[in-house]
């Protein structure tokens, strides 16, 4: 790719950061979205028409609901609406996470038997799943929720099991769409976060050692999982007291109480509830090859028997101990509470939608999930169908993290894999790569708060969250230049000796075709990139940067064929690097 000498776009690519702040404080775009009609009876919510107004309206839509619109997902949008749309994709079967993993270690193991396989096959599975699979929504707001429910293959104890992490991600995204009771009860079940909250094996009380129960997964259960730090109204605005003051949820006393609840579980074991199956998973070598990602049962001769009280509920003291029994009480207790609601569907609408949703937007969300029961699905669809979802005006939006960049740049391109294995790799690296990989947050925190508010920039002057900024700064921004020049130019993924060429190739044919018509390529990547909303002044710079690459007359004996097609590819490839990497793209609006 030849070197571009522009200074407007490359001073705008020195200050990224900033400007994708102030952009979000600031808006772009002053659509006021579709016409609205009343959502279903008891919900409080306003849903969208059923129809979108243009391709533009429908690759917005699906910049939320996928991993990036392509051509012919618009196309089905505009056919069938977006509530249609929405239906039939949750009516799809899930990818098979672990399945793909399984088969994967099998050709692995086939061509050497001392190797398998490891987190870079969980990396391809999710990889091979945002890119080309076909239940984009289940998926994509399985990726949602991996980073509300989170556990992290930077732990020994996780990365250690790439098996299981990707059952995981198959629970995620079954789970993830039913109730909220049940998807809380197989979070707080799975081994892995067992392993990663220090849950599992977690043994009651001794008082003659001092030994008291573990409390870490009590608290982020609470505090991350289900209810939050403070109280909240029915539009997820904090509930104050007589002070002024935020009410707390929970306290030390609360903390201890469920503590409780969460001894005695460990492993599935076909000798349960032997000593042996609590402590290590087998007894006399007879190991379930499945305990790591197989519900945690319940050891009673672990499990306090003491009275557990938190958040106003009460477990009676048990003769003999019943973790069942306390468990039920526990989650039923959580998943009652008026905060879950406002709670996780805030977070979800910072996931796929827009930063800071209004108090109406998270009411009628919540009000929706608590209509329907506590269904995820119900929630997930007002998170997509409301109003405030469809406008692009003031400061609605939010800034693609890293990860959701590169999809919607392999979506838009439509990038196969050669080997068929999607070999993205592990992108953590944010001096070379995107600077975040999925499943790999630093902390049970995620890669950033969902109330960050980045200092030293507009939106931070307005107060305005803007999460994903928490992870950028100076050395991303470069890292991510870096990394997108090169995958424009030359693929993306581990090098493929076969091929001599990166794994994933994207089709570049039509914009290769308008490499002479430099004004006609700047607006078809502003349909496929930005949703229709590149600003003038961007399209404007772009053009003027990649009219400066000459392609030379063509030879009439074809002499200088080479010349002529590597002048071409020059213009696609610098058009598109300043697409991706402008200020502009790395805002979701």
């Not at 991350?224 to 707390?248: C, H, K, M, Q």
């Not at 196969?416 to 690296?429: A, E, H, L, P, R």
Request: overall charge neutral; glycine content about 10%.
């Amino acid at each position: 790719m030849q070197p571009i000498r522009h200074q407007p776009i490359l001073q705008r690519l020195g200050a990224a950061v900033a400007l994708a702040a102030g952009l979000l404080a600031a808006g772009c775009g002053g659509g006021e979205g579709d016409a609205t009609t009343e959502g279903p009876s008891g919900t409080g919510a306003q849903l969208v028409a059923e129809m979108p107004q243009s391709r533009a309206d429908a690759a917005r839509f699906l910049t939320q609901a996928t991993f990036g619109p392509t051509d012919a997902d618009v196309d089905r949008v505009m056919a069938i609406g977006y509530a249609a749309w929405i239906d039939e994709q949750l009516g799809r079967p899930a990818s098979g996470h672990r399945a793909y993993w399984e088969a994967a270690n099998a050709a692995i193991k086939a061509a050497n038997a001392g190797s398998s396989a490891g987190q870079d096959q969980v990396l391809e599975s999710f990889w091979k799943s945002a890119v080309a699979g076909d239940d984009q929504l289940r998926q994509r707001a399985a990726y949602a929720l991996s980073q509300i429910f989170v556990i992290s293959m930077q732990d020994g104890g996780v990365g250690n099991d790439p098996r299981a992490v990707a059952a995981w991600l198959d629970m995620l995204a079954t789970q993830g769409l039913g109730k909220y009771r049940d998807l809380l009860e197989a979070v707080s079940r799975h081994p892995l976060m067992g392993v990663y909250l220090s849950h599992l094996r977690n043994q009651k009380a001794d008082p003659r050692t001092g030994r008291v129960p573990d409390e870490n997964y009590a608290r982020e259960v609470m505090q991350l999982f289900s209810i939050g730090l403070v109280e909240l109204n029915a539009d997820g605005t904090a509930r104050v007291g007589s002070d002024g003051r935020p009410l707390a949820t929970y306290g030390p006393a609360d903390i201890a109480g469920l503590a409780k609840v969460f001894t005695g579980w460990s492993w599935a074991c076909a000798d349960w509830p032997d000593n042996g199956c609590f402590s290590w998973g087998s007894t006399n070598g007879d190991t379930d090859p499945d305990r790591a990602f197989k519900s945690m049962l319940g050891y009673p001769q672990y499990h306090s028997a003491e009275e557990k009280k938190f958040l106003g509920a009460t477990v009676p003291a048990q003769s003999p101990a019943d973790p069942q029994a306390s468990l039920r009480l526990a989650l039923d207790t959580l998943a009652a509470h008026p905060n879950v609601g406002p709670f996780i569907g805030r977070q979800l609408i910072q996931r796929l939608v827009t930063s800071n949703p209004s108090p109406q937007y998270v009411a009628a969300v919540g009000a929706a999930f608590n209509a329907s029961g506590g269904d995820m699905a119900a929630m997930l669809k007002t998170v997509l169908m409301h109003p405030e979802a469809r406008r692009s005006g003031g400061h609605a939006g939010k800034v693609r993290e890293p990860v959701l960049r590169l999809s919607a740049f392999l979506r838009a391109f439509g990038f196969k894999s050669d080997s068929g294995g999607y070999k993205v790799g592990n992108t953590d690296s944010a001096a070379s790569a995107l600077g975040q990989a999925p499943l790999r947050s630093p902390s049970v925190f995620n890669f950033y708060r969902p109330g960050y508010v980045p200092p030293g920039t507009e939106s931070g002057a307005l107060g305005l969250a803007v999460p994903e900024l928490q992870i950028a700064h100076e050395t991303s921004a470069a890292g991510y230049v870096n990394y997108m020049r090169d995958s424009v130019a030359s693929g993306v993924g581990q090098w493929n000796s076969g091929t001599s060429r990166r794994d994933l190739q994207g089709d570049f044919s039509a914009e290769l075709g308008l490499a002479e018509q430099v004004p006609a390529l700047v607006d078809r990547l502003d349909a496929k990139l930005f949703p229709g909303g590149m600003p003038e002044a961007l399209k404007a710079e772009i053009v003027g940067a990649v009219e400066k690459i000459a392609i030379p007359a063509p030879k009439a004996d074809g002499s200088n064929a080479r010349q002529v097609n590597d002048a071409r590819r020059a213009r696609v490839n610098a058009a598109i690097f300043l697409a991706v990497v402008s200020p502009e793209f790395l805002v979701q609006k």
